[in-house]
Nanobody
């Protein structure tokens, strides 16, 4: 079992930046793939980005390419989502999720067995 905790959300003006963190328990977390998803009120959960265990394989949703960057520090059991040039449409609750077969990344929510509780990101115009 892996326990995930997101942090770093908050209120920011359009064009600003936030860095979200996904901290995990478990000595084997470095071998997990991690995905980020978001859900706005009244909308379905949406894939944002994902990273494989080594950090060299990443994938981003088209709407965030060039603005969001994934990285991981396996020594700290943490994955980061750097979000730049934020837009009001980025407003959502952001969730991280982990998959134990971390040799690749996953873009579908149902692939992930472990989820955090989410952190709110609000971008004002």
């Amino acid at each position: 079992q892996v326990q995930l905790v997101e942090s770093g959300g908050g209120l920011v003006q359009a064009g600003g930046s936030l860095r979200l963190s996904c901290g995990a328990s478990g000595r084997t977390f470095s071998s997990y793939a991690v995905g980020w998803f978001r859900q706005a009120p009244g909308k379905e959960r949406e894939f944002v980005a994902a990273i494989a265990r080594g950090g060299g394989l990443t994938y981003y949703q088209d709407s965030v390419k060039g603005r969001f960057t994934l990285s991981r520090d396996n020594a700290k059991n943490t994955v980061y989502l750097q979000m730049n040039d934020l837009k009001p449409e980025d407003t959502a609750v952001y969730y991280c999720a982990a998959h134990p077969e971390g040799y690749t990344y996953y873009t579908r929510a149902y692939d992930y067995p472990y989820w955090g509780q989410g952190t709110q990101v609000t971008v004002s115009s």
